[in-house]
Structure formats: C-alpha cells, structure tokens
C-alpha cells in the first residue's frame, strides 16, 4: 500500500474518481489537500479548458493530483496527455480505452500511470502495458461502467489473486469500514466517485446532492445496456424517457448523442433531471450527510483503523 501512496505522493488512500466535464478544481483540490489524490476527469472538454482547470487546481493546491482521461470518449486524448505532461501534473488515470501507447512516454516524464479496469482480462492487459496500478471499478459504481457488470469484491478478488502491481477498488466504496475491507483484502487503497458529490466542497447542483441523500436501494438503474453501453445514473424524468427510447431499435452513435456530456452537465450542475442525467451509485442509499471532503477523509481514516484493530484483535482472542 504504502508504495503507491509513495509513488502518488499523497499520504491517505483515498483517490478521487474522474467526473467528466462536471469535474472541477476546487473538490479536486479539497482531496489532494485533505492528503488523497484529487483527479480532475477531462470528459469532453475542449483542450483550453482542460487547461484551464488543471491550472486552476494547481492555484489551489500545492499537494500532487491526477488527471483522469477517457481515451476513446475524448476527441483528443494526446492533447490531454500533453497538457499533463506540460503542466507537471502527478498521475494520469486511463479510463475506457487501451493505455499501452502512452505508458512509457507518461512515465518517461516522471507521470505515474493507472488504469481503470472492469475485468480481470483488462487488468492483465494493463499489468502487461506497463501501468503503474490498476484501478477496478464494479457495476455498483456511478457513471460508465464495464460491460462485463463484475461487482467489486468479485473483481477485486480476481484481480488481486492474478495481477502483480497495486491495485485500488472502485464502485460501492462509502465509509471507512468498506476502505478497512478493502486494505484487508490487499488493495492499495479505494476510489470514490457518489460520496464525493455530497460534500461542501463538491459544487454541483443542491438537488443533485439532495438526490443522492433521498435515494434507498431502487433508487439508481442501469442504462445503455441494449446498446452495449452500462452507465449506472439516478432515477429521474429523463432517465426514464432514455430507458423507454432503448425498446426501439438504436444504433450507438445514437445513443451517445443522446447521453452526451451536455444531458450530463444539465442534470449534475443545473439539477435539470427533466432534460438531463446524474451519475449516481449503489452507495448513494447510504449517504445521509454532506461534510466536508477533509472531515468525510479523517472521519474513513479513524474508522478504518478501528475496523482493522478490532478485527485483528476478534482474529486473535
Ligand atoms: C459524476 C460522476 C462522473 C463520472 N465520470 C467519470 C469519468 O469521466 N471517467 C471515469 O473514469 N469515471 C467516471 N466516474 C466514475 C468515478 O470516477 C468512480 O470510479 C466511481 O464513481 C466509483 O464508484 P462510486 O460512485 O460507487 O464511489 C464518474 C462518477 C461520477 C459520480
């Protein structure tokens, strides 16, 4: 665990999930000052906004971060990776694409490389490309996921019993017990997406936030699975018209459109859940409050390590 967190240059383990174009600078630098990796997602941004928001978090903290990178939904994931190369940026998350052909000039740069990873098939292919850590992310996670709809403690088990390099678990993560579980399993650490939105220092829409609060166990769904797309998002007025508009026949790039990164913003950052989607997972039904991100991290912290002393002592008596 401890190489990671070394190599990241960040001292709790804790990371902060990609969040598209509604990824923004002052919660990614809430999680890099409050000692995680704060990531700033380049979703679909155009490459002077990518910019311009990496600049902007670097104005808000001194404290290393990443950049996330979707490279087959960018138009231009070499721009991004150039501008984290420029701008010195810490770690770069391939997500949604094969990172091979970037590994070794990222690292050449000094940048470390993770990978997110749906199956333990791309796990391997990440492990042999030369990333630095993988990142697994089961269905119960907000926003894309694999097709394959591994839940998390299946994958992270495979994952860690067949690859060699540190791995960090995505998707359901929302309290400092399921970090313990998950440091006890032999991950590097845990990324967090859905906990995230609901905190003060997350500026996204209040009824997204109250969204997340109000949700019980039905509250989130699956789209895009009929076009060979999962995305697990809040229930809500256009999500419903998206599900009824998959029993007709569509192709993908129909889909896309209609799930582009604008209905995204629209429902995330103006709480338009008529016109637009949240991105939301399974943990929602549990988060109840909205702290701020450096109470929410001391708070998992003192509750991991009770978890994992208390553990150990019950192993032992
Ligand atoms: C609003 C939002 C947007 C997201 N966008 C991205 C993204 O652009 N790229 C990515 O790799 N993951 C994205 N994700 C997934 C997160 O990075 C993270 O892995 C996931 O939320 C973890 O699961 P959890 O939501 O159960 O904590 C997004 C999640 C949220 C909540």
Redesign the pocket.
């Known amino acids: 665990m401890k190489d990671l967190l070394q190599k990241l240059g960040i001292s709790i383990p804790i990371l902060q ?4 174009n ?2 923004h600078a002052e919660l990614t630098a809430a999680v890099s000052n409050a000692g995680g990796l704060g990531t700033l ?1 380049v ?1 679909t941004l155009p490459i002077e906004e990518v910019r311009s928001r990496v600049k902007k978090t670097k104005s808000l903290t001194s404290c290393p971060f990443a950049l ?1 990178i ?1 490279l087959s ?1 960018h138009p231009d994931p070499k721009g991004c990776l150039k501008i984290a190369v420029e701008e010195g940026v810490r770690a770069v ?1 391939c ?2 694409g094969n990172p091979a052909p970037y590994v070794e000039k990222l690292h050449a740069n000094g940048i470390t490389v993770l990978a ?1 990873v749906g199956s333990l098939y791309h796990a391997q292919k990440a492990e042999q490309a030369g990333v630095d850590a993988v ?1 697994v ?1 089961g269905v ?5 996921n694999a097709t394959d709809e591994l839940t998390t403690l299946v994958l992270a088990q495979q994952v860690l019993e067949h690859v060699h390099i540190p791995v960090v678990v ?5 309290t400092g017990r399921a970090l313990a579980a998950m440091l006890a399993l032999g991950a590097s650490g845990v ?5 995230l ?1 609901v905190t003060k220092d997350a500026k996204v829409s209040s009824s997204y936030k109250e969204a997340v609060c109000a949700a019980d166990q039905r509250s989130t769904t699956i789209i895009g699975r009929s076009v060979g797309q999962v995305r697990r998002v809040l229930q809500g007025e256009y999500v419903g018209k998206l599900l009824d508009r998959e029993k007709e026949n569509m192709t993908m790039e129909y889909w896309k459109a209609l799930t582009d990164e604008r209905y ?1 913003i629209e429902g ?1 950052m103006n709480g338009n859940t008529k016109e637009g989607f949240q ?5 929602s039904a549990l988060i109840r409050d909205e702290p701020t991100v450096n109470e929410l991290f001391t708070q998992w912290m003192e509750e991991a390590e009770r978890c994992l002393s208390s553990a150990q002592k019950s192993f032992i008596e």
Request: glycine residues 30%; aromatic residues 0%.
């Open positions: 999930g990609g969040m598209g509604i990824s997602g979703g996330n979707p939904v998350v997500s949604a997110v990142i992310e119960e996670a907000a926003g894309i995505a998707g359901g993560i929302g990324q967090i997406g859905t906990r939105i995204h995330a991105n939301g997972g399974q943990i």
